[in-house]
């Protein structure tokens, strides 16, 4: 490949990342508008061994970057199983994103049955998430595995 296929190809990788986040930033805002309790929705991504933020709908939060062994968005890509914390002032292992939050529900998304990411939703109200949340968010997750997957460390994935 010559210098010239080099520049195009990195090009076009740069404008399917750049898709990949406005999809995600609009997933994230029509997630936050279709449940008066998703007070904050965000789209962490698994790179290089920590999660990084790439979308989310609410209050900005400190927590734009986490290592794997902090908080409860680290414990669901580590047990890579949902987290549904009713009461996240009970639970020491919750990070602290805003004063208001009182539940949070973390649902992994996979490739090849790897984590590769999350979504993860912060309520204002304890208790705030079912077994149903856990349902569509899971399908939900799906439906941008690809989007999560282009942005994550998808080349370290084995099937």
């Known amino acids: 490949m010559n210098k010239n296929q080099q520049e195009q190809l990195d090009h076009l990788k740069s404008m399917v990342s750049q898709s990949a986040v406005d999809f995600l930033n609009k997933f994230c805002e029509y997630l936050a508008n279709q449940n008066p309790k998703y007070n904050w929705v965000g789209i962490y991504v698994l790179r290089n061994g920590k999660l990084f933020l790439e979308s989310f709908k609410g209050k900005p939060t400190i927590h734009t970057e986490i290592n794997l062994g902090d908080g409860l968005c680290s414990m669901a890509i580590l047990k890579n199983s949902i987290i549904n914390e009713p009461d996240v002032n009970s639970n020491s292992e919750y990070l602290a994103c805003s004063l208001e939050t009182k539940s ?7 490739m090849k049955d790897r984590p590769i990411g ?8 304890k208790n705030a998430f079912t077994h149903k949340d856990e349902d569509f968010l899971s399908e939900a997750a799906k439906t941008i595995e690809f989007f999560v997957a282009h942005l994550s ?4 994935i084995k099937a």
């Open 104 to 110: 949070e529900l973390v649902i992994p998304i996979r």
């Open 118 to 125: 999350e979504i993860d939703i912060d309520s204002d109200t």
């Open 153 to 156: 460390d998808i080349n370290d």
